[in-house]
DNA sequence: TCGATTTGTGAACACCGTTCACTAACTTTG
DNA sequence: CAAAGTTAGTGAACGGTGTTCACAAATCGA
């Protein structure tokens, strides 16, 4: 039965396209400018047709946020080369600001926007957001080997990989939805690197 | 001529009679579900009428925003009664937060949405996002008078209060964009409690 | 070859923000 | 007081949005 397979394969192929072809218009012009009809049209498909292969518009961004954080993950994975984890923890800020600013569309999806949360919210799962989950658990474990090799004196990785998290999210979402104007722009990024050094030096001798 | 002096009173008054109901509405039903045309029946006007005193949606947000700013700055007014710097820095922490968790929508409109910060663009201003940049001031003078005071050693006031401001906004903007669906509901709130415990703890001592 | 199943679509539904010609009411002027 | 001018307010439309569904076409299994 050769024929299911094929008509399996084709049907994943196209799911991927419609992805591919929503991922291009998304970091082309945004999320606000790109609809279900342009998307159908870039694919030169009906809109209905999409429907055949994702329930809503929800859950097509969500099955490109999980795209995203495939990306995100192996960011990260690069830093468990260094070898101090305050080295190590400064890096995984890094890439996470970093992702930021290079993939700003990726970045609202995975953690801005409200629409892929609602088709999260929808699966109703135990375990919900694994793909966020896994993420963060990156950085519980940096936090985790820093405990253990005593450089880090904290109670519970969970809770600082969240104050972490919380710092550099901050800064990357001010800065993407533009509360950072108040800035004149040429000191914008500086600033930013400032507030970065600033915390990650904190982190080791306090303020 | 008291009867142009009524009729701008009328205006105003109609413009605040839209604000307000605009606010009730985005309070009582969030952002996605409230439509110019919502707003318009709530009055019991024409939706064009809205038209008459604001340029666009986004106009009537900001000025709703400027509004929000109001009642924020009000909150951050009250910790300069607290005497010990640190603490009065924890107590506008705490502020940003709570007025988070009290006030989700208005939140949004300061801090999330791009809505406010397009009409803040299309204004074209000198220097731009007035009521924010006041509520910040708030913070940097708060760092300020702990740096005089020999309790914050830091170079400047102005990097530390947007690190600050980026530790307790990004906890807040995660929580509300529902990213900490990772961590069991009954845990959600204590551990941000303690993500900014440890932060308190760390501005003081390093991790 | 014929019936069944899959694949795809056009047209519609109920919304959205926004514009504009037009009416109706009020104010000013002669 | 009447006529002219000004203003406030609106109905209807425009071009969009996400989504559904009866229907057509193509493909498949018997």
Same mark, same amino acid.
């Given at each position: 039965m050769g024929i299911i397979e094929r008509k399996e394969r084709e049907k994943t192929e196209r799911r991927q396209a419609i992805l591919a072809a929503a991922q291009r218009l998304f970091n082309e012009q945004g999320f606000e400018k790109v609809s279900m009809r342009n998307i159908a049209e870039a694919i030169e498909y009906s809109p209905a047709t999409i429907y055949l292969h994702f329930t809503d518009k929800n859950e097509l961004l969500f099955a490109l946020q999980n795209q995203a954080f495939g990306q995100l993950r192996q960011a990260f994975e690069s830093v468990f080369t260094i070898e101090h984890p305050a080295e190590r923890l400064q890096a995984v800020g890094h890439k996470y600001l970093a992702f930021a600013f290079e993939h700003p569309e990726l970045f609202e999806l995975m953690f801005i926007l409200n629409g892929p949360m609602e088709a999260v919210e929808a699966r109703g799962e135990a375990a919900p957001w694994a793909s966020g989950r896994a993420a963060f658990d990156r950085v519980?474990?940096? /936090?985790?080997?820093? /405990?253990? =090799?005593?450089?880090?004196?904290? =109670?519970? =990785?969970?809770?600082? =990989?969240? /104050?972490?998290?919380?710092?550099?999210?901050?800064l990357a979402a001010l800065f993407l939805r533009k509360r950072l104007v108040i800035f004149p722009e040429e000191r914008r990024q500086t600033l930013m690197e400032e507030a970065m050094k600033l915390f990650n030096r904190i982190l080791q001798h306090g303020l």
């Open positions: 519980v474990q940096v /936090m985790q080997q820093g /405990m253990d =090799a005593g450089v880090f004196q904290c =109670a519970d =990785a969970e809770t600082a =990989a969240l /104050m972490v998290w919380s710092q550099v999210h901050g």
